[in-house]
């Protein structure tokens, strides 16, 4: 088996960063108590200010001003955490959060689907970075000695139980995982690696040191395996999003809601299901909140899509008051279809499939413009075509190109010029059974500039053509 760690070293900060539209401006994570707050993470702007972990905020003010301090939020660390739970159980079925600010995966499996480990930690750092965290990623034979490596390297791979152990020896001892007490211990004995450590033997080990040490020391090499509790992904997904002030314009909602919705499709590509209903909740500092439901005619899950159709339900509404928080419910969450396409696909590169246009349509002008039709079993040409929703079956099937694809709202009578009869007369005499008993012949018609058409002669009033239709 093969064990890759995800440790995310600064989940905390990473977890509000990626929810501003001003990352670059510094900021700083505080903790502890009121009456000693402590800097406890630092962005790239604030580094550059001089501020560092572990300083007090009361000395950090002293060295700089300009920066925006955020309190740590464990609620939204772990929403983040499951987020990432959902997102790794599309790479593997055995995904643990055993260990915090890390994912662990078994990948030994998965390699011959998402191709040898290069390629594959090059797509997982990717989708880490565009989630907006930061990562380092190890690989070896043993969860344990994973997360353990992780903390002094990044980017290593062993693929054997030999190489594991080689790189763990070289370990320090404080860096191990080792109980505080048994690291100290080790240290006064003048043992710095853990190699050093592992060359005891193991009876002197077991009378000097508490049975947790050599409990750890052997799942290090794997001689005991560690029980891990295996994420289960839930049948919904939620996220909740606190805006840093009031917002009144749809503007300053498309980045939060971006961002959401990118969470989304990470969770359901994990979860290997689309969505066909979702509903954004603006919460307001006071009154209800106003919902906004997004409804798909078909399961999707592609992250920009869900973000216009989004964009196009709420550019039209209107906010009755300042939105404080935002938050994202999905319950239906069909299997997803992907959509077949050729290997040498024909369309345009700007060019979308028709599910997508037809989407956008549907957001943008609202449900009722956009209809379907369907063929019902009526000789009639009025009668046999009917609107319908999106994705409603008809009652009888059509063949392609035996009727026009678009009939006129009223017939419109033709002169004796300009056109040419194609083909025999098709007699149709129906609708006696409901007051609209019509007896005609239908004939295919070609105009002199090649457009083909369906036009009819009434039996009952001998007279000119009248064109009810155009073929495609």
Known sequence: MLWACILLPQLALDSILRERDDADAPLVLIGGPVQRRVVQAVNPAAVALGLRAGQTLTAARALADGFQCVEADPARIEQLQQLLAAWAYRFSAQVSLHYPRAVLLEVGASLQLFGPWPVFEARLREELA?????????????????RMLANGHDGLALLSNDDTRAALARMPVNRVGLPADAAEAFARMGLRQLGQVLALPRDALARRFAAPV???????LGLRTLGLDFYQPPDRFETRLELNFDVESHQA????????????????????????????????????????????????RDAAMLFELARGRLEPLRIPAPVRNLRLVADDLPPFVPQHQALFDPRAKQAQPWEQLRERLRARLGDEAVKGLRAEADHRPECAWQQAEQGAQGSLPAAPGSRPGWLLPTPQALGNAGHRLL?????????????????????????????????????????PLWLQGWFA
């Open 130 to 146: 565009a989630l907006g965290l930061r990562q380092r990623i190890v690989l070896a034979t043993n969860p344990v000695a994973a």
């Open 214 to 220: 050599q409990l750890h020391l052997d799942q290090l």
């Open 253 to 300: 909602l498309l980045f939060p809601l971006r961002r959401m919705l990118n969470d989304l499709a990470a969770f359901l590509a994990g979860r290997d299901c689309g969505v066909q209903r979702f509903v954004l909740h603006l919460e307001h500092a006071e009154g209800p909140d106003t919902r906004l439901p997004v409804g798909l005619l078909a399961a999707e």
């Open 423 to 463: 083909g025999q007369a098709e007699r149709i005499e129906s609708g006696w059974w409901d007051g609209g008993d019509v007896r005609r012949d239908y004939y295919c018609i070609e105009t002199r500039e090649g457009l083909r058409g369906w036009a009819y002669q009434d039996l009952a009033q001998p007279g």
